[in-house]
């Protein structure tokens, strides 16, 4: 039975319902009308379903309505892909930007560290994809959009442009400036085959290694990114040196912001200098390090390496080392602070040298490779992974012991009055045994596009042992006032613990979130000090001698938790506002119990109450505010706060007498940052911050330490809070002909500055009243001094020299400081001056012939009421390797200081030089014999001085000097044989991407 004819009409209730959804409804009708069709088989069923059909008709057209309906009315779509260099490199953190049809700016997004981006609530319509970065041909797309489009990958092309005739080939930018973000092309760099990152970095404008410490624009590098990823925590060292430099593609610096200040979009002045370390595409899948061993005269010996398994986002890293050379593979981070109740009390004012044999100062836990001579045992482990696109895991665990021998010498000539001067002169040793066993973690979780968590623990447990000697002597005018001998030795151990839970939401509005990060510590210490001392001091023309025989038990314990509360409300695509609430709680509780040791064995020891001490202080601190972005199309981007501080700072000593104080300060703490980017190659950026700064329960303490009886340390109850204003500017620019500019000024003002105050000759303070000290014993307390200014400015240039195949960098310092201090009832603003120069040269001749020399002069001068002087500095560094008939490598480096400051009869010219002969073999060169020299003019010391606003220090310290060794070394070079990469491997390096942070 024929049916009835039958009109169908698709009514689209509006203009926005896509295409496709329509197409959609159209089929799913046409399917059911199949269905019924072929389901009729007789007339009679074909009558019946002639009704049946109509009578579906009217519910289906109805249904199909309703779909439509409910289509048109979620009409939002959503724009991804991936963007990627010529090669098929993913650039991470670009900025992309969507017009509409008329040239007016819609919406933004930003790719991932896989190079992904996504535009969500899309409505249907034609756009115009825009991307422009320097380095690659400025991208333009037109798209429509009617369902969710994913354009695939889109590949950047690098540009190029005509150059003239005189234009010297293969001279390629080896720096590039977006934003605040410096981005160096390694291959502009040429080093050894067998570099670190390290040395590679070294040749890069504005990078620095000195001592262990690694610095970018004139600050310290906190933290070493692989790929975006954390690499053995936060340790710039382990990273440096364990990463060979043929694994790297480019090399970015910049100030990372806080995860919660990624996440908003407003910069709450928490940033971190870091280094991004870009891997070539191929080289990051495969197997590489480096093993080596090596044996010499008077039983010198080293041995270690390392191996990386990189396979796709699958990274382990193992690190070991043991050596006798003073290697040692740690950093200030290492330093968990077991140095407990006794720390820092025995500077002897202004913040010398904190360190004092037997009292687990930092000197205990770090010493500088040049001075001391350490034995060191080391391993470590990192393992990161991502498992699917919502979890990504990375985990690090490092062990280093470490014993060292340590011997010094110093002398302080301490500022006052004509004739009321003291020079103090000490000579120690030392023998610490330190044990560290760290454990950094990282978890982000994506549980969908809208939420997220994040997980960052972290555990020490350290262990130090030591045992030292100290002698003293304390002088005036020319006579003795006293003189000690101390045997020290202590047992110190502790562990930290902190977790950061971070949570983020965003809302469908774009701009819209809300993030909460909880903060979580724990640190238990303890140590347990034991001193005989015998003092005599001079009085009268008359030596009397005193004896202190005594052992301590102290402990000190922090507990303290933190939450922050921020939300942001964008006002338009230009403008967002944010609310922030956060509330902090902090107990540290000290315990100091002193006990004098009886000669005869049988007698127990005894409490000393006049140098013990139980103290608590509870801080809990609360902070509102608002703060304001203002992002004009990548040209402009200000952010500003302004937080209400509320903190209560309460002191009870439960030990030796009962007591409690509490003091309240409220405080106004208002921030900006803002930075203005001229062009693609010029850029500007200013800040500035307020802290408020609260005394720590070490520094309340009201306990003697008298650990040298020469020097004495007290903490004052009475101390209150400080405000520290800091700020500053920062100029970038990209040059022609491939040079770069840097320069930045910093400059922070401290109210109630706490500064230490000395007794020398005043009696003054009321523990003089309560205890006998010898004559010419000082006294030191912490104190409140009014206003203190630093000034700290840095300029450098950086340009290839074609004709020599070399970079140059020149560099201009000065700092300037106005600091006060206090000796006895004398007030002292001490003024420094250090104005500084560097010139640094670079080969980028070949990998066969690689150097780095650099020559660095530098003014010093001080002055104050009592006291003037200037002194000058030389220092020179070099290196070189050469590779000649085929497989012979000669290397050398060392260094050079000319020292104006010292003493007569110290030598003021040190020339330090390492020299070493090797013969690579194996396929590909991968092995290598050499014999070297450390040291070969016999001439390694080390010499400092120390200044600060109370005294003038020359110190000196042993040091490693000459020795012979033999040395074998494997390099491991094995890529692309784990888990295919995703991208080819490049032919020819390209610029790298923009800093790795979220805007």
């Known amino acids: 039975m024929p049916l009835p004819s039958i009109n169908v009409r698709f009514i ?123 380095g690659y041909e400025r991208l333009e797309k037109p798209i429509s959009v009617d369902t969710s489009v994913d354009l695939g990958i889109l590949q950047l092309v690098q540009a190029t442009k005509m150059l ?61 990114l692989v790929d975006g990823k954390p690499f053995f925590g936060t340790d710039p060292n382990l990273s440096l040196k364990n990463l060979p430099a043929e694994i790297i593609e480019k090399v970015q610096i910049f100030d990372q912001l806080s995860e919660q200040s990624q996440f908003t979009g407003v910069n709450d002045g928490n940033t971190v ?10 080289m990051n899948n495969g197997q590489f390090g480096k093993l080596y061993a090596g044996y010499g005269l008077d039983n010198r010996y080293q041995s270690g390496g390392n191996v990386n398994y990189f396979n796709g986002d699958t990274r382990i890293s193992l690190i070991g080392m043991s050596n006798n050379i003073n290697v040692q593979n740690f950093s200030a981070d290492d330093i968990l602070g077991v140095l407990g109740v006794s720390s820092n009390r025995n500077r002897g004012g202004g913040g010398g040298r904190e360190f004092r044999p037997g009292q687990g100062g930092s000197g205990d836990f770090l010493v500088p490779t040049s001075g001391g001579i350490a034995q060191t045992h080391a391993f470590g482990v990192n393992y990161s992974d991502a498992f699917g696109k919502w979890l990504r ?21 301490y500022f006052a009055g004509e004739g009321l001067s003291q020079q103090y002169e000490e000579s120690a040793s030392s023998a610490p045994e330190n044990q560290n066993h760290r454990i950094n973690g990282r978890i982000d979780i994506t549980l969908d596009s809208m939420n997220s968590i994040q997980l960052r ?111 942001t409300e964008p006002l338009n695509e230009e403008h967002s506002l944010l609310f922030a609430a956060k509330y902090q709680q902090v107990r540290e509780e000290t315990a100091v119990y ?42 402009l981007n200000l952010s500003a706060r302004m937080m209400w501080q509320d903190a209560l700072l309460e002191r009870v000593q439960k030990f030796p007498a009962g007591e409690s104080q509490s003091n309240r300060y409220y405080s106004l703490l208002p921030s900006f940052f803002g930075r203005y980017t001229f062009d693609a190659k010029k850029s500007l950026m200013t800040h500035f911050r307020t802290r408020a700064q609260l005394p720590g329960a070490e520094q309340l303490q009201e306990v003697l330490n008298n650990s040298n009886p020469s020097q004495l340390y007290i903490g004052n109850p009475s101390l209150k809070q400080s405000i520290q204003y800091s700020g500053g500017l920062r100029y970038n620019a990209s040059l022609d002909k491939s040079s770069m500019f840097f320069g930045s000024v910093w400059l922070s003002l401290t109210e109630d500055y706490v500064a230490n105050r000395i007794f020398i000759n005043s009696r003054d303070h009321s523990i ?49 400081g106005d600091i006060p201090g206090q000796i006895d009832d004398t007030r002292l603003k001490s003024i420094t001056h250090n104005l500084g120069g560097g010139i640094s040269l670079s080969s980028n001749i070949s990998e066969k012939v690689d150097f780095n020399v650099q020559f660095r002069p530098s003014f010093n001068a001080y002055e104050n009421q009592q006291a003037k002087d200037a002194y000058v500095l030389y220092e020179g560094k070099f290196r070189f390797q050469l590779q000649m008939l085929k497989r012979m490598v000669l290397r050398t480096d ?33 092995g290598e014999v050499s014999i070297g020299v450390n040291d070969l003019f016999d001439q390694n010391q080390r010499y400092v001085r120390n200044l600060n606003e109370l005294y003038v220090e020359d110190s000196y310290t042993n040091a490693l000097q000459r020795f012979v060794m033999a040395s074998f070394t494997y390099n491991i070079r094995n890529f692309n044989t784990g888990k295919k990469p995703t991208f080819p491997n490049p032919t020819e390096e390209n610029p790298g991407p923009p800093g790795m942070r979220h805007r």
């Open 12 to 134: 689209m209730p509006s203009s926005n319902v896509a295409p496709s959804a329509i197409a959609s409804a159209k089929a799913q009708f046409k399917s059911a009308m199949t269905h019924l069709l072929i389901t009729s088989t007789t007339p009679a069923d074909s009558a019946r379903t002639s009704l049946r059909i109509c009578d579906r008709l009217r519910r289906g057209t109805l249904l199909v309505f309703m779909m439509v309906l409910s289509l048109g009315a979620r009409s939002q779509h959503a724009l991804s892909g991936q963007i990627a260099d010529e090669e098929g490199v993913p650039i991470p953190a670009l900025p992309l930007n969507l017009f509409n049809t008329t040239g007016k700016f819609y919406k933004s997004a930003q790719t991932d560290p896989q190079g992904n981006f996504i535009f969500s609530d899309i409505e249907s319509g034609n756009y115009q994809l825009v991307v422009s970065f320097t």
């Open 164 to 224: 003239k005739e005189v234009t010297v080939k293969d001279v390629r930018l080896h720096g590039k400036l977006n934003e605040d973000t410096v981005s160096f092309d390694a291959t502009a760099f040429k080093v050894a085959r067998d570099a670190t990152a390290g040395d590679l970095l070294e040749k890069m404008p504005t990078v620095s290694r000195d001592n262990g410490t690694i610095k970018a624009q004139n600050e310290e590098v906190k933290q070493v």
């Open 273 to 282: 200098k870091t280094i991004n370390i870009v891997t070539r595409s191929g």
């Open 393 to 413: 895991v990375n985990v690090s665990y490092f062990l280093n012991d470490t014993e060292n021998d340590i011997e010094s010498n110093s002398t302080r000539n």
């Open 457 to 567: 623990p972290r555990f020490t447990a350290q262990s130090n042992r030591n045992a030292g000697f100290l002698q003293t002597k304390t002088s005036q005018g020319g006579d003795l006032l006293n003189a000690s001998d101390n045997a020290l030795n202590t047992r110190s151990d502790g562990l930290n613990f902190s977790n950061n839970l971070l949570l983020r939401h965003k809302f469908k509005k774009q701009g819209r979130t809300a993030s909460v990060d909880w903060y979580t510590n724990t640190a238990p210490k303890n140590s347990t000090p034991r001193q005989s001392s015998l003092v005599n001091s001079i009085e009268a023309g008359n030596v009397m001698a005193d004896t202190i025989e005594q052992q301590g038990d102290n402990r000190y314990d922090k507990n303290g938790w933190e939450v922050n509360a921020e939300y």
């Open 594 to 635: 002193t006990y004098d040791v009886s000669t005869d064995p049988a007698s127990p020891p005894v409490l000393n109450a006049d140098l013990s001490n139980e103290f608590i202080t509870k801080i809990p601190i609360r902070q509102y505010g608002v703060g304001y972005r203002w992002n004009l199309q990548r040209k």
């Open 768 to 816: 003089f009243n309560t205890l006998s000290l010898s004559p010419g014993t000082q006294l030191s307390t912490p104190q409140n001094m009014g206003q203190a200014l630093q000034l700290r400015s840095f300029f450098t240039y950086s340009f290839p020299v074609v004709a020599i195949k070399s970079v140059l960098s020149l560099d201009l310092s000065y700092t300037y």
């Open 894 to 926: 060392g260094s050079y200081l000319i020292n104006s400051s010292l003493q007569e009869g110290y030598n003021e010219n040190i020339v330090l030089v390492n020299l070493a002969l090797g013969v690579k073999f194996l396929k590909n060169e991968r």
